[in-house]
């Protein structure tokens, strides 16, 4: 089997799982991975096409300009800046960027902090952190419509040690060297993100400072 094709397979039943967990609404989301690094090429979804759906025409093949490299009637990702951007700052060899409510709101809450911290959490071991008081940052950008402009704002807040994005009530951008990596970095956040709203929630209701203060990112 080609490199081509087992990348394609790859990202495919990437795509399935965010799918069955309902992680790709409204046609929102997109998926690449990188299939030579030089020259440079990676395939990425289609644009504005329903994600749920496994087609032939799921993925295109582009260079590092983001151009085709193929005769083809679709369109890559409006958002494919922004993974050629991490594909240029990073080790990444897939990158998953999906749209759900508890990252909205996540990025909503923690977004005048410019970046949300967790530690004291078994799962950011997820993220090959294993020391008692390691902490796990992830940053926030604005979501500024200039998708040009949002890629660079995004390379901007990258630093070795980040391996996820939150745009401002628009969604999260998640890396990792390989299909696997990115999809375990991804679903430790959603559910350190559900953790933290359902705290948050929880702290609230109490009205207990002291409660407040134990869950502090
Ligand atoms: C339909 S809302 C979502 C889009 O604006 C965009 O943010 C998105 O995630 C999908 O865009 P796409 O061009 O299909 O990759
Ligand atoms: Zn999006």
Redesign the pocket.
């Known amino acids: 089997m080609s490199n081509l094709l087992k990348r394609w397979n790859e990202l495919a039943e990437i795509k399935d799982e965010l799918a069955a967990r309902d992680w790709f609404p409204?046609?929102?989301?997109?998926l690449s991975i990188k299939v030579s690094d030089s020259p440079f090429s990676c395939l990425v979804?289609a644009?504005?096409?329903d994600k749920r759906k496994r087609t032939d025409e799921d993925f295109l093949l582009v260079g590092a300009d983001g151009t085709p490299l193929e005769e083809t009637p679709l369109k890559p990702?409006?958002?494919t800046g922004i993974h050629l951007e991490i594909y240029r700052l990073t080790d990444a060899g897939c990158i998953l960027?999906v749209?759900t409510v508890d990252n909205n709101v996540i990025s909503a809450l923690y977004a005048e902090q410019g970046e949300i911290t967790f530690r004291g959490q078994e799962l950011i071991k997820a993220f090959g952190i294993w020391e008692e008081d390691g902490e796990l940052t992830v940053p926030i950008v604005e979501n500024h419509a200039d998708l040009k402009r949002l890629a660079k704002e995004v390379g901007r807040v990258i630093t070795p040690q980040t391996k996820a994005v939150l745009i401002r009530n628009?969604?999260i951008t998640v890396w990792g060297e390989n299909g696997f990596a990115a999809k375990k970095h991804l679903e430790a956040l959603e559910f350190l993100f559900s953790y933290q709203l359902k705290m948050a929630i929880l702290g609230r209701l109490s009205s207990d400072p002291e409660f407040m203060k134990t869950i502090h990112a």
């Open positions: 409204g046609t929102s989301g997109n979804t644009s504005g096409k990702s409006a958002e960027h749209h628009h969604g």
